[in-house]
């Protein structure tokens, strides 16, 4: 059996999630707002414009479209200073065992994030040439929890949705692959990821065996 299996970047591959949360959180304190993880829950796989949409909603500010686009630019400089500093370190346990298990079993492996650093991250931790196709924040228009990004992952490795598997840190990452008809697969808190069809932890949780059952079901 050949599936397609589809990662989320941010949260799932990498802990980058942490790295975003620092940044808008500066981002944040600029106009007096304190902004808590709990809130960011809310900006998990949802795209950087998006993110700053709902930021400013949180803080009641009316913004003009220039000091958006000068904060836009300003959070992704102070992300890149974070992400500049990553190596190997930062990739989640037991993600490269995943992967390796994945490959050495003929899956489809495709990358669906709303991130328009992935192919960079990606390189920096050496993860890049896991991947037979990129779907990321540069080649979709509707952010999660549209299902959009998963859709065209599936195309990329011409498997129906209902053969896909989606690997999600976010509620719109999840609702977004319930939404395309895959499978999805929450990694993080079970309260926050109740949607999901099945959620771990950590990828520490998650056997080979569970994944030879993906395979084959
Ligand atoms: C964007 C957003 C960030 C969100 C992330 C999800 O990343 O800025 O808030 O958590 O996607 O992957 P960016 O394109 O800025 O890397
Ligand atoms: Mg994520």
Same mark, same amino acid.
């Given at each position: 059996?050949?599936?397609?299996?589809?990662?989320?970047? /941010?949260? =799932?591959?990498?802990?980058?999630?942490?790295?975003?949360? %620092?940044?808008?959180?500066? %981002?944040?304190? +600029?106009?007096?707002?304190?902004?808590?993880?709990?809130?960011? $829950?809310?900006?998990?796989? =949802?795209?950087?414009?998006?993110?700053?949409?709902?930021?400013?909603?949180?803080?009641?500010?009316?913004?003009?479209?220039?000091?958006?686009?000068?904060?836009?630019?300003?959070?992704?400089? $102070?992300?890149?200073?974070?992400?500049?500093?990553?190596?190997?370190?930062?990739? @989640? &346990?037991? =993600? &490269?065992? =995943?992967?390796?298990? @994945?490959?050495?079993?003929?899956? +489809?492996?495709?990358? +669906?994030?709303?991130?328009?650093?992935?192919?960079?991250? %990606?390189?920096?931790?050496?993860?890049?040439?896991?991947?037979?196709?990129?779907?990321?924040?540069?080649?979709?228009?509707?952010?999660?929890?549209?299902?959009?990004?998963?859709?065209? +992952?599936?195309?990329?490795?011409?498997?129906?949705?209902?053969?896909?598997?989606?690997?999600? /840190?976010?509620?719109?990452?999840?609702?977004?692959?319930?939404?395309?008809?895959?499978?999805?697969?929450?990694?993080? /808190? &079970?309260?926050?990821?109740?949607?999901?069809?099945?959620?771990?932890?950590?990828?520490?949780? @998650?056997?080979?065996?569970?994944?030879?059952?993906?395979?084959?079901?």
């Amino acid at each position: 059996m050949k599936k397609a299996f589809i990662f989320d970047l /941010d949260g =799932v591959i990498v802990d980058t999630a942490k790295f975003h949360y %620092l940044a808008w959180r500066n %981002l944040a304190k +600029g106009i007096d707002f304190d902004f808590t993880e709990e809130q960011n $829950e809310q900006f998990k796989g =949802v795209s950087r414009v998006r993110s700053l949409e709902i930021l400013l909603d949180m803080a009641k500010y009316t913004a003009t479209q220039e000091q958006k686009e000068v904060w836009l630019v300003q959070k992704n400089e $102070e992300y890149l200073k974070y992400i500049q500093k990553m190596d190997e370190s930062e990739i @989640l &346990p037991d =993600v &490269p065992r =995943v992967l390796d298990y @994945l490959i050495e079993n003929q899956q +489809g492996i495709a990358l +669906g994030s709303a991130s328009k650093n992935a192919r960079p991250i %990606l390189e920096r931790v050496s993860l890049l040439d896991k991947f037979q196709a990129i779907v990321d924040g540069n080649d979709v228009t509707a952010a999660k929890p549209d299902p959009e990004v998963f859709v065209k +992952g599936a195309q990329a490795l011409k498997t129906e949705a209902k053969d896909c598997i989606v690997f999600e /840190d976010s509620i719109a990452g999840i609702q977004a692959a319930n939404a395309a008809g895959m499978i999805s697969i929450g990694i993080g /808190d &079970p309260t926050v990821l109740h949607e999901a069809f099945h959620v771990f932890t950590n990828f520490t949780e @998650l056997s080979n065996d569970f994944l030879q059952e993906l395979i084959a079901s």
